[in-house]
């Protein structure tokens, strides 16, 4: 065997091997792409319905608004009320009589009571349904800020699979040019055993 043809030899294959390692690493770097892509559309998904779900907690917020005010003006309504039931003119003490019989409370004292008890009622009210609105509050609070991790962690792997895609290319790229070279080397090889 000729000593040209022997270095041809090696030269040729050193560059298949080099081939397949690129060739490897090619198909490496696909499968990363397709893996972040993949884990993207999953946190996209997750973001998505975080974010419908903040949606309907919006839509029960906004419904819950008209009771709560309602709640606070029948509240000031009853604070006025009681503010006048208070502001009335207390009438003088009657003159001690020879026989003491037992004495009722004014009727304005049991007005204030009575209007005092409905208050209090119209308070507790308006505390539940402030409460509820805050535990509404939060889970759209929530939601939201899942949506926004999800998307978040979307776009960073949409990065990975970008510089994946990236790496891939160089690859495919050196690649195309071994397989060029091996391809020449070859070409150059039978065009000179047919001479």
């Not at 080397?185 to 055993?193: S, V």
Request: hydrophobic share 50%; proline share 7%; net charge neutral.
């Amino acid at each position: 065997m000729n000593p040209i043809m022997k270095w041809l030899g090696i030269a040729a294959l050193a560059l298949g091997c080099g081939w397949a390692v690129f060739r490897f690493e090619a198909g490496h770097a696909t499968a990363k792409v397709a893996a972040a892509v993949a884990q993207a559309e999953q946190q996209h998904v997750a973001a998505v319905a975080s974010a419908a779900q903040g949606a309907v907690y919006d839509q029960q917020v906004q419904a819950q608004a008209p009771k709560i005010q309602n709640d606070s003006a029948q509240v000031a309504a009853l604070r006025a009320q009681l503010a006048a039931l208070r502001s009335r003119p207390v009438p003088p003490p009657a003159a001690p009589g020879p026989d003491p019989q037992p004495v009722a409370p004014p009727p304005d004292l049991v007005a204030v009571v009575a209007q005092q008890d409905l208050l209090i009622k119209a308070q507790d009210v308006q505390i539940q349904d402030q409460a509820v609105q805050i535990h509404t509050l939060t889970l759209d609070r929530d939601a939201w800020h899942t949506a926004y991790d999800s998307s978040s962690k979307e776009a960073s792997l949409r990065q990975i699979a970008l510089e994946a895609q990236i790496a891939a290319t160089k690859a495919s790229r050196w690649q195309g040019r071994i397989e060029g070279f091996v391809v020449g080397i070859g070409a150059g090889y039978l065009g000179g055993k047919l001479k």
